[in-house]
């Protein structure tokens, strides 16, 4: 067996090392005990949908709440990203690299007083895995469709067994949160786990390991979590995290209103990072020092652009000869102007993007993969071999039966950003005579279309939780919860997924780092060869905060300081 | 008084009508290195304090971030007059283009969208306005003149199209449509559902007034000569209350106007391209554009023109704007959009 | 009197039933259900099903609507799918926030309008134009813009609370606490109203300052203002006391923009949030108090204007 324990890195100032792309502000170095105490206020856009982040269909507000109150078994450092004990203290890995044998933290209590143990992390993978909770958390937890062996032999241990060798092992047990056993247990045997700990659960009945606990929630209002005195965790000088007392996180769905608080100093931060269009306001009050303006650099999440390659979407469609052809989709790559979108929708703030790893992911970015050149002209001619031509001299193409090429375009509605987004590719399509339909709505209906693929093209942000290919397979795999373009696959739909879906489990089994590398090059030149969703920038992403606000450790990716929520503290 | 008042709507109405002539540019010609630039004033004197033909000073993008121009005092940029159908332009438009009332941010010319947005919104609020008089005379004057049965359902009806509240319908109505509307197709909507909310207001009016007309010598004299009932009705009665009627469609257009603004909010306006007063303010409710982008609350502006230009006619024309309900669709709209 | 009233309870009654049902029914046939706009995108077929089957989601739409109807009937109104709660709770909740805000916002409207419109209509020159254009400005204003306007004010001065209905960690004195919150969305909502009565006081004030006997009583040297506010002032407020109700009611069943924009837990915002998620039965429940709402307030209206001339009751 070999030993394959990490120390416990003091992250802190490991990340400020390991900047993604830009400079970061070094945490304050004040004395130990001066932070204790002090409350934050918060604004966030969203209501949660349930307490219970296992059963939880996914979304901001129930992982900000699983993240301030829950704990799981080892974390990854969103700034070094690296994997970190956690509530497992350290870890061993058999030789053949499928078992790992987990040394819980002792001493640990959930934050009703009751000791965790190991029990409880089998209850929380069974609950996981419960056919009756569809958790979105199971495919997470599973390699190549086959669930993790999880055994306990002592209250003290939990030895996890892969189905098959798993390239980044622990790695996705980030995924997920640890829940007492002794409060759920009834129901997941009783079928109602899907539906315990809903909003209506009082917050007496709800228990965790992180270093909050909900002592309030005002529904549309705000949550507020108190600190967690049985938290386990010490700051690198030994005194007890978290920092602070209190944060309170006001529902704030409106953009404007939340940068509004902000400025009046009536919240501290906003759960996620302020738009470009924001920078220039928050910018004069970080000249009057009224708040602190922290620029991350080039971010790791690209927006995406896809056309629905459900064949049944189109089937009794005059456009299915062209819609779902690969040209297509390298003409309306090739059509879209980088530089203009950065400048319009970024405000210049953004490089440009060609496929879903942006450059700053630096371990996992290759220049080797090739991309559509900006090149309007031979947009045309690609569109013309697939029977895109302009019939009539109108400037807008018509396909075989002399119908105009025309497409719907989904967006979020309310998001900036992401309308001018739209507002740019339909410009530019329009160039080459493609007619987009813009159509912004409700988060909750484009869910419902992306669920039921009942729609043409759509303009969103998936954003990933990790660098690692490996953990984001749900998105490279055919079969994949978020292989969004064509939901739902119970086999390859064309050869090349298939090529992908083969090179991605090489990909997870190499325990080889460079191998790894090697294959999933292969796997972004084929995904550049067809495709199936148009990158176009990653913005700079810019966080603020009152300038009262110390100890954070900003990530790139959301929720950039509150992912780390147990160093925050405030300057008094 | 009423001279100003009847001025103020002329030139908006004129300006509505001649916006291909008198707007610069197309209302979706899109600056892509201008997004929310400042006004470009016409200039006749320059730095050094000589006349010249009117110019402007070109803007120059000093930090694209944050949006911020710089003017580039060095280079007179002359307007051209009457080139290619349009008033004035700049004698560059690809790199110096007249912005009179500054950009949008998508880059365009906010005067050319103020222009022809003129158009998309008078002519809705007209239209709707036309089509609840219509629709509000027709019942009234139904359940005035006849009475009875008829004057009770239809009364009921008009009164359950009241107090309905509107907008939670056309929410739920949203929901039930298809994702793109085309813009004639919103404009029959929105136009249609105006017209019904505001018919109830004038059909209360218009009944009372028939029905007190109805005893009227006039009246009584008309039918013992053998006048028919539609001919009472459409020749005699309802004429009777057409200053009430020219009242109603002076305080409805203007609530027409804003009401739009606030239909787009919940996705029920006009899309991108389609200019409008409503959908300008709507893009406009940002915190920037109060304090660093004011042109773009010109919108707001325009439909003050037309609000005091309407109450100024109407203040002085002898129409005598004080009847009860006269003013019930501007409360209940005002209110209506409030509860938007 | 009674059998007028009676008549217009009925009515009522009608019209809360029917606008909830219409909710209820036009969103159970929109596209889509609750557990698609919850579920992750990629839940299966089963895993949907499940919830719809939770939420009854899985009946026909007549099946559901009688049932919903059977209950509606004994006021319980279903479970919010969203809130897990029961919907009555929610909606009373919201209710009550809007009332608070809707009677503040009426009360200033009231002060600030009526004595303007008054006063800009019974005498002529540069107060009577400046208040005149005021109030024109301000009804050329949408709420939203309007209510961002006054949060950006709020942020700018740091005098008041930038939204919420309550701070955050609790305050010494509530009551107090809940009036600084109040200000900005009860001003948002008060001023385009209180534009409007003065419009309409000042009209009726001109209308009756002009009548034979307001002339008489000035030649006969009796003081202008005495005239104007205990003689003229009666008669002229008859428009004001007409429109009264229907502002009151959809004052009442609330204001998307400035519930929004300020974050004031209303009923508006409430019906917004439920809409977005096809929450059925919260819909019909915001529905249904909306229209609560607005037929009180018509049946306060009404009751008003035959209080002032007993004759409207023939005239229905």
Known sequence: MTRHSRSVAPFIAAVVAAAVGCSRPAPSTSTPGSRQGGEIVVTNRSNPSTFNRISSPGGRADDLVALLTQAKLVRINRVTWEVEPWLAESWTRSDDGLRYT???????????GEPFTSADVAFSFAAAYDDKTASPLKEALAVSGKVLGIATPDPQTVIVTFPSFFAVGLRILDNLPILPRHKLEAALKSGTFANAWNLDTPLTELAGLGPFVLSEFVRGQRIVFTRNPRYWRKDADGSPLPHLDRITMQIVPDQDAELLRLRAGQSDMSTVEMRPSDYAPLKRDAAAGTVKLIDLGDGLDAEAFWINLNPQHFAHDPRAAWIQKDELRHAISMAVSRELFVNTVYFGAGVPVFGPIAPANKKWYSAEVPHDPYDPAGARRLLASIGLVDRNGDGILEDAHNQPAHFTLVTQKGRTDRERAVEVIRDELKKIGLVVDA?????????????????????????????DPAVNQDYWLSSGGAHFWDLGQTKPATDWERRIDELMARQVASPDQNERQRLFVEVQKIFAEHEPAIYFAAPRVFLATSSRVTGYTPSIIPPQLLWASDTIAVVK | MRRL???????????AAGAPFLAPHAPDVKFSELLYAPPTLPHVVDDAGAWHAPFIYPWRLADRLEQRFEQNRS???????????????SSDEARAPFLLVGADGSGRDVFARLLFGARTSLGLALVAALGATLLGGLVGGAAGYIGGIVDEALMRATDFVLVLPAIYVVLALRAVLPLVLSSGIVFVMLAAIFAVVGAPFVARGVRAIVRSERQLE????????????????????????????VVQLTVLVPAFIVAEATLSYVGLGFQDPIASWGAMLQEASNTRALTDFRWLLSPAAAIFLVVLGLNLVLQQSGVNPVTISSDEPLGRLRSDSHSL | ML???????????????????????LVRL???????TVAAPNASREVKDAMRARFGLNRSVAQQYGAWVADAVRLDFGRSMMYGSPVRGLVREGAINTAILAATALVAATLIGLPLGIISGSRRGLLADAIRTVSIVLLSLPPLLSSLVLLAVAAGTGWLPVGDMRSAGGAAWPLFDLLRHLIVPATALALPIAAMFERMQSQAMAEVVGQPYVLAALARGIPRARIVWRDALKPALRPAAAVYGLVVGALLSGSFAVEAVTSWPGLGVLMLDALRARDLYLVAGCAAAGSVFLAIGTIVSDVALVLIDPRAVEAG
């Open chain 1, 102 to 112: 987990l040394k819980l933290r002792p001493n640990v209590t959930f934050s009703d």
């Open chain 1, 439 to 467: 159509a912004p709505v409700d988060f909750g209906k484009m869910r419902q279309l992306v669920g039921s693929g009942d729609y043409d093209a759509l303009y969103f942000g998936p954003g990933a939780t990790d660098i």
């Open chain 2, 5 to 15: 008042g009847l001025s103020f709507l002329v030139v908006v109405f004129a300006a």
């Open chain 2, 75 to 89: 280079t007179r940029m002359p307007l051209v007059w009457l080139r290619g159908g349009r008033i004035a332009q």
């Open chain 2, 218 to 245: 006039y009246a009584v004299a008309a039918r013992s000569l053998g006048a028919g009932h539609a001919r009472l009705l459409v020749r005699h009665l309802l004429p009777a209350a057409s200053g009430y009627v």
């Open chain 3, 3 to 25: 059998a007028f009233l009676l008549r217009r309870f009925a009515f009522a009654v009608v019209l809360v039933f029917t606008v909830s049902s219409a909710a209820l029914i």
């Open chain 3, 30 to 36: 929109a596209p889509g259900d609750y557990a698609d």
